[in-house]
């Protein structure tokens, strides 16, 4: 009985509070997101800064392989977009754009460079975004409130 009871609490206590939860959810999203991308972005920056840009042109010429664009343009945009997109999205400015442009690099990653656990689960959170949007904790939510459309 004591166990019921528990759980029914806990239900009220989620579907009270679930639009401050779900705002949450989508934050951590987010930031889970960024993390990912803008380490590997970061690291790719650092090369070049260091002098090494040929080891990220190499990555793209060896391993990611994209087949419809020359591995130092896929280098370039590849670096940029892996800085720029999720910032934005940490950001939560242009979130729905940055989200697509995230998921269309997933689905490169997947196609054209190794297909992994994490491609799925990255795939996953992105479109919970693309979806339903940053939430209330960003800059997207702000603008709209102060601009209505």
């Known amino acids: 009985m004591c166990v019921k009871k528990f759980i029914k609490s806990c239900y009220k206590v989620c579907k009270n509070n679930f639009h401050y939860l779900s705002c949450i959810y989508l934050l951590l999203c987010r930031s889970y997101i960024f993390m990912i991308f803008f380490k590997s972005g970061w690291l790719k920056l650092e090369n070049a800064i260091r002098g090494n840009w040929y080891i990220t042109e190499y990555l793209f010429q060896c391993e990611y392989n994209i087949p419809f664009m020359h591995y130092k343009i896929a280098a370039v945009i590849g670096t940029f977009s892996e800085l720029f997109f999720p910032l934005l999205l940490l950001l939560g400015l242009v979130s729905r754009a940055s989200a697509l442009v995230i998921l269309s690099m997933v689905i490169v990653m997947s196609a054209t460079y190794m297909h992994l656990d994490e ?10 975004i693309l979806v339903f949007g940053p939430g209330k904790i960003s800059v997207d939510h702000f603008i709209q409130r102060k601009l209505p459309l």
Request: charged share 0%; net charge neutral; no cysteine.
């Open 119 to 128: 491609h799925v689960i990255w795939g996953i959170l992105t479109m919970n």
